[in-house]
C-alpha cells in the first residue's frame, strides 16, 4: 500500500515538475530528470520487495 501511494506521488510530481509550462521553461530537465530517476529507483525497489 505505501509503495503504491509512493508511486503514484511521485509521479504527480514528476508531471508538475516538466517544463512545459511558461514560467517553468527556465528550469530545463533537472527536475524531471531528478524525479524520474527516484520514480525508477522506487518501482525497482517496490519489485525487489524492499519498500
Same mark, same amino acid.
Given at each position: 500500500?505505501? @509503495? ?8 504527480? &510530481? *514528476?508531471?508538475?515538475? +516538466?517544463?512545459?509550462?511558461?514560467? @517553468? ?8 530528470? &531528478? *524525479?524520474?530517476?527516484? +520514480? ?12
Amino acid at each position: 500500500m505505501l @509503495s503504491t501511494l509512493l508511486i503514484v506521488i511521485l509521479i504527480l &510530481l *514528476l508531471v508538475g515538475a +516538466l517544463p512545459a509550462w511558461p514560467y @517553468s521553461s527556465g528550469w530545463g530537465y533537472a527536475p524531471g530528470g &531528478l *524525479l524520474g530517476t527516484v +520514480l525508477v529507483v522506487v518501482v525497482i525497489l517496490a519489485l525487489l520487495g524492499r519498500i
